[in-house]
């Protein structure tokens, strides 16, 4: 145990880190661990802000490292087929996407998540950027944002949930929802990709509604593989390194999901809409 990076990356003799701090902290000890040459595994959200990200990207250039976000659904089997069905163009062309976020956060008095400046914000910025990723990487670059918080002072300064509406360069539009303070749900994550020759969603599985695969039966199940989305986000990462790879949640491909959640900040202390 060390209670020091510095300390760590001196002493430590290994090839790469999994940064699982507060989020304000993210930045500076990514930025040591490449510095020192480690490849690194940062957990979501990646930075605070862009110039944070640009920076980290930049450290682990110059050393020729790794640099990977966690955002371990990119790698759950059930968002992979829905992308898969998406991309082959089964639902015809998107139109609308939604992803929901269910879950009772409670944390003790004093603690970083309940202060907005080490969190990055609330529940939009902290979880919600999973979901933002997510449709990113499904439907496409987002052109515009514009965001609306609710806020309960006693359980942290942040909003406690969120609403992000997106319009994709694509011309599709989408949101995002996130409650941190939901006692109960039918659902902890709900996703849905609308088309215009059906759609798809993962409640109970992962459904597809097509007029060409499945005509007039409605929602067909869909086979996926039985894989934990953690193990193959480290497993990636392992295999980024052994083989000289760019990871799919590079530091690169993963900052305009980054700018998105930064633009949805902006939207919610300003109520506009922010165009990226």
């Not at 640009?54 to 990977?68: C, H, P, S, Y």
């Not at 992979?80 to 944390?107: F, M, P, W, Y």
């Not at 509406?165 to 902890?188: C, E």
């Amino acid at each position: 145990v060390y209670t020091s990076v510095d300390d760590l990356l001196e002493d430590g003799d290994f090839d790469a880190v999994d940064i699982c701090l507060p989020h304000d902290l993210h930045a500076p000890a990514a930025i040591a661990a490449s510095e020192a040459g480690k490849h690194v595994l940062i957990e979501k959200p990646m930075a605070l802000s862009l110039e944070e990200a640009d920076a980290m990207i930049a450290a682990a250039g110059k050393k020729d490292v790794k640099l990977m976000c966690a955002f371990c659904e990119r790698y759950d089997p059930q968002y992979v087929k829905i992308k898969e069905l998406v991309e082959s163009g089964t639902i015809g062309q998107v139109v609308c996407a939604r992803a929901d976020h269910n879950q009772n956060v409670r944390t003790p008095e004093g603690h970083w998540i309940r202060q907005k400046a080490r969190l990055g914000g609330g529940a939009v910025f902290s979880a919600g950027c999973h979901r933002i990723d997510l449709l990113h990487w499904i439907v496409g670059e987002v052109a515009a944002v514009s965001c609306f918080g609710a806020f309960w002072p006693e359980l942290m300064e942040g909003e406690v949930a969120g609403t992000v509406n997106l319009q994709y360069v694509n011309g599709a539009i989408g949101t995002m929802m996130i409650n941190w303070m939901a006692r109960r749900s039918p659902w902890y994550e709900g996703f849905w990709v609308y088309g215009t020759e059906g759609s798809v969603h993962n409640l109970g599985g992962v459904y597809l509604d097509s007029a060409e695969e499945t005509g007039e039966s409605g929602y067909v199940k869909q086979e996926i593989e039985s894989r934990h989305a953690f193990t193959e986000e480290i497993r990636h990462f392992g295999q980024c390194i052994n083989e000289n790879q760019e990871p799919l949640t590079s530091g690169k491909n993963i900052r305009h999901s980054l700018h998105i959640c930064v633009a949805a900040n902006h939207s919610m202390e300003t109520q506009s809409v922010v165009k990226l």
